[in-house]
């Protein structure tokens, strides 16, 4: 690179990670970002220098990756509409595709109406910087995800944190909010990293307490909380206890994109101020016709839902009666607990080993004493699967002794 000493101050922000990668990812088998992995459209094995390899961190919980359905899907409105869809929304991009998602996505969540960005991550970016703006104050949980961090930030408004799933921590932070602007709370249905579930009913209660709104991101819980994949307000029972709610179509639905549902009012104030919906060009239409096909998979094929919830038990059984840490997980997303950096990767390796791939996510992303492979359990991994990952997971801890008395 240029010795120029404009270059010289980027340098040492550059040099951190080429650092970092040098002591994690040591060698070829070390490697865990970036692997460009062989994926086999219908089994969840993918292949890595030639080698085959049970993937247990992928995100396509129900298992509709490569379902004909959803195939099908993206090929008709591929075939009807094009690879692009020429334009923003608000001008040349809007499609008939686009407003059916959106009408899907607002019946399968309960709500009046829906919008569809280009991504979970725009979606939440935009929702947030389109609601509040400086004066407002917005109250997060401390494991939300960084697409909300990075929408509050974008809003201008205080942003303040209550500790994980604490309703009565939020209860403080929210009394000592001005009284007037205005409130917004966010959490994450399913924590992405810890596999727990936001104590719905009581954050309700806090919110309503202080007349503060609840918005709720279901990134990891459609399609894998509640009896049918309907995510939070399903798994509590049912009933409207979130008012605005928000997703992926990137995990359990395999395609790619972001939505909100709500009031039509809410929807109709994102279509116009929502800045990554009015400035960034509409969803391509075979991703829109994907996410259309799968969301009907999905609200057809309920067991799909119960076979994953029951698969992740079943998994999370096995490893915890052996004394392994899972944290408080209680869905498809299990962490394995290893503790430092280098630990995570060393266990990773040594699942690899075995021949299953659990990927570690280390700090920031989690606290540098918690670094973890984050397992994701998904309706493609079948009895045989599970048992063949709990295998590998406790003897590759047990080698790395992350076992009680190992
Ligand atoms: C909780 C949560 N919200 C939002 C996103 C962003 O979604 P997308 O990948 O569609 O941008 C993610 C992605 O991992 C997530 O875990």
């Known amino acids: 690179m240029t010795a120029s000493r404009a270059w010289q101050r980027l340098l040492p922000r550059i040099e951190a990670i080429r650092h970092r990668l040098a002591a994690l990812e040591s060698d070829p088998s070390r490697r865990n970002s970036f692997v460009p992995y062989g ?28 379902d004909q359905r959803v195939v099908d899907g993206a090929k ?10 020429h ?48 004066g407002d104050t917005i109250v997060v949980d401390k494991y939300d995800h960084a697409s909300i961090v990075d929408g509050c930030k974008l809003s201008g408004a205080t942003i303040n944190r209550f500790r994980h799933n604490d309703p009565e921590h939020l209860d403080l932070r929210l009394r000592s909010a001005p009284a007037d602007g205005l409130r917004l ?7 992405s990293m810890d596999g727990d579930i936001a104590p719905l009913p009581e954050l309700r209660k806090v919110c309503d307490d202080h007349d503060a709104l609840l918005m709720v991101d279901e990134a990891h819980a459609l399609g894998v909380i509640g009896a049918t994949g309907r995510g939070i307000e399903e798994h509590f029972g049912g009933g409207d206890l979130v008012d605005i709610k928000l997703g992926t179509l990137s995990k359990a639905v395999p395609s790619m994109g972001g939505w909100v549902a709500g009031p ?82 060393d266990y990773a390796t040594a699942c690899r080993r075995h021949g299953v791939i659990g990927l570690p996510v280390v700090s920031p992303a989690v606290p540098n004493t918690l670094a973890r492979l984050r397992i994701a359990v998904t309706a493609r991994h079948s009895a045989e699967d599970i048992d063949r990952a709990g295998q590998a997971f406790l003897a590759a801890a047990r080698e790395c002794r992350l076992l009680p008395g190992g």
């Open 264 to 345: 039509a009012q809410l929807i109709q104030h994102l279509r116009y101020h929502a800045r990554p919906f009015l400035f960034s060009a509409a969803l391509a239409p075979p991703q829109a016709g994907a996410a259309l096909a799968a969301l009907r998979v999905l609200a057809q094929e309920p067991w799909r839902v119960q076979f994953v919830q029951q698969q992740a038990a079943r998994l999370r059984g096995l490893l915890n009666d052996a004394g392994m840490r899972t944290l408080a997980s209680e869905t498809a997303v299990i962490p394995l607990v290893a503790g430092s950096d280098q630990a995570a990767y």
């Open 185 to 191: 709370v966010i959490v994450d249905s399913v924590y």
């Open 76 to 85: 008709a409105a591929l075939e009807q509409y094009g690879t692009g869809a």
């Open 39 to 66: 994926v086999e459209r219908d089994s969840p094995y993918v292949t890595v220098d030639g080698e085959r390899y049970l993937m247990m961190s992928g995100y396509s919980y129900l298992g509709l990756s490569g």
């Open 87 to 134: 334009g923003v929304r608000a001008l040349a991009g809007s499609l008939p595709v686009h407003e059916e998602l959106e009408a899907e996505v607002a019946r399968f969540n309960g709500r009046a109406a829906g919008a569809v960005f280009g991504s979970g991550y725009a979606a939440n970016v935009g929702t947030i910087a389109a609601l509040c703006g400086p």
